[in-house]
């Protein structure tokens, strides 16, 4: 069965710093990957998403993410983070059925 | 444009009683699902509409809960009867083309059942 892993439940950095989220996924086939942002009391917002193509992915609020076959990784990254990027991030891939299989999640903490 | 819209925001209610959450997906979307929110268990779906069909409830956690679809633009999830285990935020989310499409989510129903 199609899985993410999330080994992180909670990541504090300074604010400045950078950032990495690591995600491993277990699926056969080619994944679809994607990264979710939920702020307190919201809903998921998509950060990025990979399909094919350049295993780089840019996407909104100059977050990027690798996808690395040979690791199962599809790692998040962010040179720079800020206060206003403390949330919970989710990892997810497409899985049987074209369902999303999302992880545990990661809590981001920024401190000033 | 909206985003998904779902009702209540926040709901309160005793064990036993029956409850029914909304949501109306974005225009033009043909995918809803029904996701799951407890510290727990984390996001789980319970159950996705295709064309306003139910395509996969595998992950409805049992017959107390029932979901419909009767037209593309409004979906309710209803709990009968309520318990305790079943506090949770309960989530909506639709997409244009279910997999390789973007799922956009509604704000979600803090469900607390007393």
């Known amino acids: 069965a199609q899985s993410v892993t999330q080994p992180d439940i909670h990541i504090t950095v300074s604010e400045g710093a950078s950032l990495e989220l690591r995600c491993n996924y277990s699926?056969?086939?080619?994944?679809?990957l994607f990264w979710y942002v939920q702020s307190p009391g919201q809903g998921l917002q998509l950060l990025l998403k990979y399909f094919s193509g350049d295993t780089l992915v840019q996407g909104i609020k100059g977050f990027e993410a690798e996808f690395k076959r040979s690791q199962s990784s599809f790692n998040l990254r962010k040179p720079s983070v800020h206060w206003s990027d403390a949330a919970e991030y989710f990892c997810?891939?497409?899985?049987?059925?074209?369902?999303?299989?999302f992880g545990a999640g990661t809590i981001l903490r920024v401190k000033s | 444009d909206a985003g998904v819209i779902q009702s209540p925001r926040h709901e309160v209610t005793e064990m036993g009683q029956e409850v029914t959450l909304r949501c109306k997906p974005i225009?033009?979307?043909?995918?809803l699902f029904w996701y799951r929110q407890t510290m727990m268990r984390g996001l789980e779906l319970l159950i996705y509409?295709?064309?306003?069909?139910?395509?996969?409830d595998s992950g409805m956690p049992e017959d107390r809960f029932s979901a419909k679809m009767p037209n593309a633009s409004f979906s309710t999830l209803k709990i009968q009867p309520s318990e305790p285990r079943d506090s949770a935020v309960y989530f909506c989310a639709s997409t244009r083309e279910t997999g390789r499409n973007e799922q956009f989510f509604g704000p979600g129903t803090r469900l607390t059942v007393l």
């Open positions: 699926y056969g086939a080619t994944p679809y």
């Open positions: 509409f295709n064309n306003n069909v139910p395509i996969d």
């Open positions: 225009s033009g979307h043909n995918s």
């Open positions: 997810a891939v497409v899985g049987y059925g074209n369902k999303l299989v």
